[in-house]
């Protein structure tokens, strides 16, 4: 039997968006809310050192962090091919991606936003985003009309003297190849080269929005409850207004929650999921599955976006390895325009590693991990069952826009030209093509197998000499060079199509959008078109992918959307 009790907001899924959002209205003291996570807590104190850690390498690969059955297509399914879906982490805890994410704090372009005004999310122009950007940062080097100083998040750039020598060398290299070292990676939208804007405490530690924003004076206000380790089977309605949820907890109990308002904020993926579970999703979809339908709405779900990637690594002798093993190893990244018709400004993103993985192997290998910034394919979230346990079935369809295959090609060959350029000579050996596999990601998770394995290629890596270009392309690439792809179009094709990833930026498939708009979710407050007392509010709204790691832009979305409610229901959500 459901136990039942009453709240004024209830926000089901307490990552990013949620624990922002749980943060912002609570502060009026007449707001009771609610904060739902289905993973476990995460406190200042509670913090495991992998999360803790400057070097964010580590966090996703534990399985209690993320939901472990989730898989996705990455790339398009030709006529006749079978394409197998590759695992997808995505957080299960309090403060979500911000708990596991690479701590990159970039906004994207101005214009980033400006394309969602115009796509139908009025009032999600830049000058209406800016001021919320400036709200949750306190940036440490910059200042102006372009920066915070007091916000949860604090965000900073490494020193020059921090940065690897193998970092160093392709920042210069990159100079003399025409993209200059530039001072603001969050300031004027300009091509060139940055040292990276990175969150992280005075001690260079994660803060994730279960830190930054719930912190312990957050926590200890009696109208703020935060529950764990409860999973959002559905919401509920009285006819076309939501009322609640039925919640799951860990031994199958279930209980229900009333609420004004529910907000869900659970994620690109798990926020569709959760709408069609509820009604609320294309018909069709929702009767093959026997779901009662609520309100059809065949956006929910469709217009998945990911940024694609492919990376080109190199072999780092002794001198060019980092220094500071355990600092943050995305340190500098590189922005520039593909030219390619049709595409924006700053359309391509270049990450510069220091290191590749957390692991023996990765602190000998760095890496130029590009990725579209602005792609255009589309996939789609569908649910497989009614069950909240079952994973959805996401289908990036990756590389099906033509533009966004042939913008990987044009930059696994810019990243091939830099590392091999002479200029790069003693801060780089062998040169090979890359990605995040699903083999790299095996071989990178923790146990005596996999230490026993990476041990033993570092050892003969280090001792290769003349052959360890080809030990590389026998047990790295397994057989793939960079010669071949680069004279050879049609495999350069092939291997890009086989192995290109994603970056763990999934959105836009719940997206804002004009009520006559078919595949509009959502008005511009985060309300679901056809119901009441229903919002979404994370990555999902996105209308278009903005040019940037998607989390500082998904905590901008919650401060706009926790003031858009605070103001419509009398109270200001400001502190």
């Known amino acids: 039997m459901a136990t039942r009790t009453v709240t004024r907001y209830l926000i089901l899924g307490g990552g990013s968006a949620g624990s922002v959002l749980a943060a912002r209205l609570s502060a009026s003291p007449g707001n009771d809310v609610c904060l739902i996570e289905a993973g476990a807590g995460l406190s200042a104190r509670s913090m495991p050192d992998a999360i803790r850690s400057g070097y964010p390498g580590r966090a996703y690969l534990d399985t209690h962090n993320i939901w472990r059955g989730l898989a996705a297509v990455m790339g398009v399914r030709r006529e006749g091919e079978v394409r197998p879906a590759r695992r997808y982490e995505q957080a299960r805890i309090l403060g979500g991606g911000s708990a596991i994410n690479a701590m990159m704090a970039n906004r994207g372009a101005p214009a980033d936003y400006d ?5 139908g999310a009025e009032g999600w122009h830049w000058e209406a985003c800016l001021p919320y950007f400036r709200k949750l940062e306190r940036d440490v080097d910059f200042s102006g009309e372009l920066h915070g100083g007091d916000g949860p998040l604090r965000i900073a750039r490494p020193s020059w003297e921090r940065l690897s020598p193998f970092v160093q060398a392709v920042i210069r290299t990159l100079g003399e190849s025409g993209h200059p070292l530039r001072q603001d990676q969050n300031g004027l939208w300009v091509d060139g080269t940055y040292v990276g804007a990175v969150a992280t405490s005075e001690k260079g530690e994660r803060i994730p929005t279960s830190v930054g924003y719930l912190s312990d004076s ?49 994620g690109a993926i798990h926020t569709p999921a959760l709408l069609m579970r509820s009604g609320i999703g294309p018909a069709e979809h929702l009767a093959s599955l026997g779901i009662p339908i609520v309100h059809h709405l065949p956006g929910v779900g469709g217009n998945l976006m990911e940024h694609p990637s492919i990376a080109v690594s190199a072999f780092l002798p002794r001198a060019a390895r980092t220094a500071f093993p355990e600092g943050h190893h995305e340190q500098a990244i590189v922005r520039f325009s593909s030219g390619l018709p049709g595409c924006v400004a700053g359309d391509m993103h270049g990450a510069i590693l220091s290191r590749s993985a957390w692991h023996s192997i990765g602190y000998r290998l760095g890496t130029l991990f590009f990725w579209v910034n602005k792609s255009y394919s589309r996939g789609r979230v569908t ?13 990036f369809g990756m590389l099906a826009d033509p533009r966004d295959l042939e913008r990987l090609k044009r930059a696994l060959r810019f990243g091939a030209d830099i590392l091999c350029d002479s200029a790069m000579a ?15 990601a095996a071989i990178a998770m923790p146990g005596t197998w996999n230490a026993w394995r990476r041990g033993a290629l570092s050892a003969l890596l280090d001792m290769a000499g003349p052959w360890r270009g080809r030990l590389i392309h026998a047990v790295v690439t397994q057989g793939v060079t960079l010669d071949r792809l680069l004279s050879d179009d ?44 229903l919002h979404v509010c994370d990555a999902s709204l996105m209308p278009s992918i903005p040019c940037a790691n998607t989390n500082v832009p998904t905590i901008m979305i919650a401060e706009r959307i926790a003031d858009m409610l605070g103001r419509e229901d009398g109270a200001v959500a400001s502190a």
Request: charged letters at 25%.
């Open 115 to 119: 394309e969602w005004q115009v796509l």
């Open 218 to 266: 957050v926590r200890a206000r009696p109208n703020l409850h935060l529950r764990t380790d409860l999973v959002a089977d559905r919401v509920t309605f009285d006819g076309v207004r939501a009322i609640g949820a039925r919640l799951r907890h860990l031994d199958g109990a279930c209980e229900e929650i009333e609420a004004d308002r529910v907000i869900v904020s659970a």
């Open 383 to 395: 649910l497989k069952s009614p069950d909240p346990h079952d994973e959805p079935e996401v289908d």
């Open 426 to 440: 003693g801060y780089r050996d062998s040169v090979f093509a890359s990605s995040y596999s699903p083999r790299v």
């Open 490 to 533: 049609a495999a350069l094709t092939r291997f890009i199509s086989e192995n290109v990833g994603g970056t763990w930026h999934p959105s836009g498939t719940c997206r804002m959008g004009q009520v006559d708009d078919p595949q509009a979710v959502t008005d511009a407050s985060g309300a679901v078109h056809g119901v009441e007392g």
